[in-house]
């Protein structure tokens, strides 16, 4: 509601930084722009609902079940001493995440960060685990020559 001064002019009320009108009275566009202060945390990029807002709860976060299903999976297998295998589907599963985070636009709880973030961070790290799933011992399925020497170098007495 506009309060009157002292020589009866108008003065709108300000909601905002955002609304706040210019210095010649009109309402400032609309913009996209970050206000100055903000007072919350803005929702990732792509944290929308994986599916419409009447579905039941599994399926409206169904990319992030998916990854947290298959680790899951994994880390059973890893514990029933099925190491190699366990540990590879857990970083398959990061990569699948990394995958479906750069495939579809939104993701729900899958979405942590900004879109880049999130599918540099999966991506690394399950290629990591699954490069390392496969240079474990004994028996190595990957073997890197001069991981070898680096470790002989980097250990000697």
């Known amino acids: 509601m506009p309060a009157d001064d002292a020589r009866g002019h108008t003065e709108p009320t300000v909601r905002d930084a955002i609304s706040a009108p210019d210095s010649q009275g009109r309402p400032r566009r609309v913009t996209r722009r970050f206000p100055l202060f903000t007072k919350d945390t803005a929702r990732p990029e792509g944290g929308g609902r994986a599916a419409p807002g009447d579905a039941p709860a599994p399926a409206r976060q169904w990319p992030l079940l998916v990854v947290l299903s298959t680790v899951?999976?994994?880390?059973?297998?890893?514990?029933?001493?099925a190491f190699r295998v366990g540990t590879l589907l857990i970083g398959a599963a990061l990569l699948a995440?990394?995958?479906i985070r750069w495939a579809l636009p939104s993701v729900g709880m899958l979405a942590v960060r900004s879109r880049f973030t999130d599918i540099a961070t999966y991506g690394i790290l399950g290629l990591a685990i699954v490069l390392l799933a496969m240079m474990v011992q004994p028996k190595p399925w990957l073997q890197i020559p001069f991981l070898k020497d680096f470790l002989h170098f980097?250990?000697?007495?």
């Open 154 to 157: 980097t250990l000697a007495k």
């Open 72 to 81: 899951a999976l994994g880390l059973l297998l890893t514990a029933l001493d």
């Open 97 to 99: 995440g990394a995958v």
